[in-house]
């Protein structure tokens, strides 16, 4: 059984810092790319950060110099280091993995955690 469980969510004063994590369990994790995502009521999942099986990584230009994605796979374990955090990251943020292509492809997503940054 797969399973992608993230932590470390919470309140957060602006300018403040959070780092999530997620774990992830019954897949080979090192052939993965993993990604954060993140999600407010009434709008689209949005990528926020991925990076690849061989550590290379991208970032939305919102969150560019202030997030940072990494992974450990002797932990099987994906980070996201969040500094300088701003009311408009406050949102739903969901762990993702993904392998493969096309009828091979396989998918896999956490229940989310959610990140609020309020004065």
């Known amino acids: 059984q797969v399973q992608l469980v993230e932590s470390g969510g919470g309140l957060v004063q602006p300018g403040g810092s959070l780092r999530l994590s997620c774990a992830a369990s019954?897949?080979?994790?090192?052939?993965?790319?993993l990604d954060w995502y993140r999600q407010v009521p009434g709008k689209q999942r949005e990528l926020v950060a991925g990076?690849?099986?061989?550590?290379?990584?991208n970032y939305v230009d919102s969150v560019k110099g202030r997030f940072t994605i990494s992974r450990d796979n002797a932990k099987n374990t994906v980070y996201l280091q969040m500094s300088n955090l701003k009311p408009e990251d406050m949102a739903v943020y969901y762990c993702h993995a993904g392998w493969g292509t096309g009828w091979a492809r396989t998918d896999y997503w956490g229940q989310g955690t959610q990140v609020t940054v309020s004065s």
């Open positions: 019954g897949i080979i994790f090192e052939l993965y790319a």
């Open positions: 990076i690849t099986s061989g550590g290379g990584t």
